[in-house]
Each structure stands twice: as structure tokens, then as C-alpha cells.
């Protein structure tokens, strides 16, 4: 817990006054967020975009302006947290079940910042099960077809029924032991009938704020 609240707080020394924030969803970038909302309640001026509906709630709640896309051209940074980073910055998301709208942002944004703890740092993705959004009509089949890519996957559940994502959709949780080529996985992915995405953010993320030997530390892609 003391590390996610000094990553997440961290990552405010990269707002400035007037930018439009894209707020990730999760138990890291809650802290930046609510250190936003203790920022724009002093007078900063900032305009933000949720990855969420949770995320939204807590916005309001906190007194952060918020705007959609078709006020916008473009956002300035997005912060968000990851289930795991490797070497290269890549990363496995969705564990909350927000990955879509998470990828839409971060690909919107001209600087993508991801805030994690220590334990988030992996040498090679894979031991967080990737999670998958679907659609609910015919996502046995799409189940099927993952397994023939070498996943083994499984529906995310909630208390016996299916876990429905924001946009109406299915996620499903898949393990691919190690995943040495997680572009061309994410590709593959994407291609398969009733994937709308995946957790895989591959060649997105600029800078990653995390812990390494007890230190906080900024790495930046190559």
C-alpha cells in the first residue's frame, strides 16, 4: 500500500495547469487521483477523461472536471496502473475489468504514464492471466479459438454469473505461461471473431514510475 500511494502521487509532478488527464482506473492511480482532486481543489486547472465508470464516480466525487472525446481533440497524458510491466514497458492490464477504455485512452494520449508498485515488475508477461474482452453472444467459440493460440481461458465471474464490463461485454481470463512475442499475441488476438480487445498494451506506455530495490524510480522507452 505505501508503494502504490508513492508511485500514484509521484506521477502528479507530470500535470500542469490546463492539460487534459486521462484518469486511469485501479488501486495504484487512485492515489494520483485523489492527490489531483487535493490539487484542483487549491486551484489547479485540469480537465479529465475517466477510463471508467468507477473512476468517473470517484472524479465527481473529488471535484475533477470531466470531458468526453467529442469535446476534445486530444489528451495530454493519461496515468494508469498495470498488473504487470516487463523490461521493455509493456504491459498486461484489465485486471479490473476496464482494459478497453483504458486502451482507448492511452492511445489518445500524447505521453502514456503507468504507475505500479514493485511487485507489478515481471522479466517476461505472462504469469497475470491476460484478460480478453468479448462479446457475450457466441464467446464459447471464442473461447475455443484462444485455446488454439495456446491460452488456456477461463469467463471472469462475479458471485456465480458473468462479470459484465462497462461497455456490456464479457472478459475472459486467459494463462499463456510465458509470452515471449506479446505484439504478435496481441494481433493475434484481435483477429479472432468476438475479441474486441486484450490486456496486452504492447509499445504504449512512454514512462513507467514503479520501485526497484526499495527506490523510487522513472523508467522512460527506449
Same mark, same amino acid.
Given at each position: 500500500?505505501?508503494?502504490?500511494?508513492?508511485?500514484?502521487e509521484?506521477?502528479?509532478?507530470?500535470i500542469?495547469?490546463?492539460?487534459? /488527464?486521462?484518469?486511469?482506473t485501479?488501486?495504484? /492511480?487512485?492515489?494520483?487521483?485523489?492527490?489531483?482532486?487535493?490539487?484542483v481543489?487549491?486551484?489547479?486547472s485540469?480537465?479529465?477523461v475517466?477510463?471508467?465508470?468507477?473512476?468517473?464516480?470517484l472524479?465527481?466525487e473529488?471535484g475533477?472536471?470531466?470531458?468526453?472525446?467529442?469535446?476534445?481533440?486530444?489528451?495530454?497524458?493519461?496515468?494508469?496502473?498495470?498488473? @504487470?510491466v516487463?523490461?521493455?514497458?509493456?504491459?498486461?492490464?484489465?485486471?479490473?475489468?476496464? $482494459?478497453?477504455?483504458?486502451?482507448?485512452?492511452?492511445?489518445?494520449?500524447?505521453?502514456?504514464?503507468? /504507475?505500479?508498485?514493485?511487485?507489478?515488475?515481471?522479466?517476461?508477461?505472462?504469469?497475470?492471466?491476460l484478460?480478453i @474482452?468479448?462479446?457475450?453472444?457466441?464467446?464459447?467459440?471464442?473461447m475455443?479459438?484462444?485455446?488454439? $493460440?495456446?491460452?488456456?481461458?477461463? $469467463?471472469?465471474?462475479r458471485?456465480?454469473?458473468p462479470f459484465?464490463?462497462?461497455?456490456?461485454?464479457?472478459?475472459?481470463?486467459?494463462?499463456?505461461?510465458?509470452i515471449?512475442?506479446?505484439? @504478435?499475441?496481441?494481433k493475434?488476438l484481435?483477429? $479472432?471473431?468476438g475479441?474486441?480487445d486484450n490486456?496486452?498494451? /504492447?509499445g504504449?506506455?512512454?514512462?513507467?514510475?514503479?520501485?526497484?530495490?526499495?527506490?523510487?524510480?522513472?523508467?522512460?522507452?527506449?
Open positions: 500500500m505505501i508503494e502504490k500511494k508513492e508511485v500514484g509521484k506521477a502528479i509532478e507530470f500542469n495547469d490546463g492539460m487534459i /488527464v486521462g484518469l486511469g485501479g488501486s495504484t /492511480v487512485y492515489y494520483f487521483i485523489s492527490k489531483l482532486g487535493e490539487l481543489q487549491q486551484g489547479l485540469i480537465k479529465g475517466p477510463t471508467s465508470k468507477q473512476t468517473e464516480k472524479a465527481r473529488l475533477i472536471p470531466l470531458v468526453s472525446f467529442h469535446q476534445i481533440e486530444q489528451i495530454d497524458v493519461a496515468i494508469d496502473g498495470a498488473d @504487470e516487463d523490461f521493455d514497458l509493456n504491459l498486461i492490464k484489465g485486471g479490473g475489468g476496464a $482494459l478497453l477504455r483504458e486502451k482507448i485512452i492511452a492511445k489518445a494520449a500524447k505521453t502514456f504514464i503507468v /504507475v505500479a508498485d514493485s511487485q507489478k515488475n515481471v522479466e517476461t508477461l505472462g504469469t497475470f492471466p484478460p @474482452e468479448v462479446v457475450p453472444f457466441g464467446f464459447e467459440m471464442t475455443k479459438y484462444i485455446r488454439e $493460440l495456446g491460452g488456456n481461458p477461463t $469467463l471472469r465471474q458471485r456465480g454469473t459484465i464490463t462497462d461497455n456490456g461485454n464479457y472478459i475472459i481470463d486467459s494463462s499463456f505461461q510465458e515471449n512475442q506479446p505484439e @504478435e499475441l496481441e493475434n484481435n483477429l $479472432l471473431p475479441v474486441v490486456g496486452l498494451f /504492447v504504449i506506455a512512454d514512462t513507467v514510475i514503479t520501485i526497484v530495490d526499495k527506490q523510487l524510480i522513472t523508467r522512460v522507452r527506449k
